[in-house]
């Protein structure tokens, strides 16, 4: 793969560097800074003077073997596919698993992040699903955490009526063996919580962080969906926690960016907010009555629309945003390397017009979109 010196960039790291020079080489950013000299065999320039770089999109909710299935056989989602990452500027993934714990292995969940990573993004995952005792690959999850390098912690539904409902003592019993799992195999150890509509989630949380249990390996996603998930999530993250708010699914806001606006509103720390996708996981379709007509794939695009909203229609400063979607899923999953414009850092990079529409795409340094043409797609595509 041939270095790749970026001239003139606005670059927002996510911080913002003002006007530099990028230079990528092996997959990663080897230097930022001005008017570099650089003298390589086979370098390539490119000119982005007048555009914005920022880190690709880390976006740690995508069904990436497909979701649904609530409906019979018939509902299940396909598998995602590479270019729907690239189109997006989406370029590092945690893949998850939904409700089906009994056709979706996480097997195969381990297989496709590996698949997409030898096709060029950078991959993760949760082990097993909603259901509670959780679905794992060797004899219990926290085992998979240590045993699979790419497998962050474990996922899980709660407040919801397709969980397993499982009682406090359970949920604390499991956070207890995600934390001395990730302890002993050197990661924070998550536990991923798809919230559901039913109330009483966060008091759960509540209590067991009353009891003593560390709140930052508790993760709830969906955090927007009712009102007063809404609002328990908002005292969660005043607490210290992170939340997770999904722009692809079900929103009690007008859009998830009003999500956004209302919780840093009410006071919540930017650096405890993430969004995700839900990308490939199955919604309804309806028609001008509002009658369901049928079922749709959820894309992967909505983070980008969110960003898009927050910069164009509530005038956020990108620095202040772009963190949701980059460098605070890194941090809250320790990885440094990811979402972030930084010397040693993994060379994924987007280049945007200044009205901050995607042009150009770099994943671990390779180039997958060339001004809105995507260049690289996966194995199985045209
Ligand atoms: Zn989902």
Known sequence: MPATLIRNAHVYAPEDLGVN??????????????????????????????????????????HVTGGGGEGGPVSRTPELVLSELVACGTTSVVG????????????????KVRALSAEGASTWMYTSCYHYPPVSMSESAAKDMFMVPECLGVKIALGDHRSSFPTIDQLIQLLADI??????????????????????EFEMFREVVRRGFPIRHIRPTHCARKEHVFKGAVEFAKAGGYIDITTGGSCCFKSPAEAIMTALG?????????????GHGSKPRFNEKGEMVGLAV?????????????????????????????????????????????????????LFDPDLTLTDVFSKGRQMMREKEIIVKGTFEE
């Open 21 to 62: 020079d990028v230079l990528i080489a092996n997959g990663k950013f080897l230097a930022v800074g001005k008017d570099l000299n650089v003298v390589l065999p086979k370098l390539e320039t490119i000119d982005a003077k007048g555009k914005i770089l920022t880190p690709g999109f880390f976006d740690q909710h995508i």
């Open 266 to 278: 009410e006071g919540v720390d930017p650096a405890r907010i993430t969004i995700s996708s839900d």
């Open 96 to 111: 998850v698993s939904g409700t089906d714990f009994i056709t979706r292995s996480i097997e195969n969940l381990l297989a």
């Open 298 to 350: 959820c894309g992967i695009e909505c983070n980008l629309e969110t960003i898009q909203k927050l910069f164009r229609e509530y005038g956020q400063p990108l620095e202040r945003i772009l963190p949701f979607i980059t460098k605070n899923v890194a941090d809250s999953h320790g990885l440094g390397c990811q979402g972030r414009v930084a010397e040693g850092a993994c060379a994924n990079a987007l």
């Open 179 to 200: 934390r001395l799992a990730g302890m002993i195999s050197g990661k924070i150890g998550v536990l991923h919580i798809h919230s559901g509509n039913l109330e009483g």
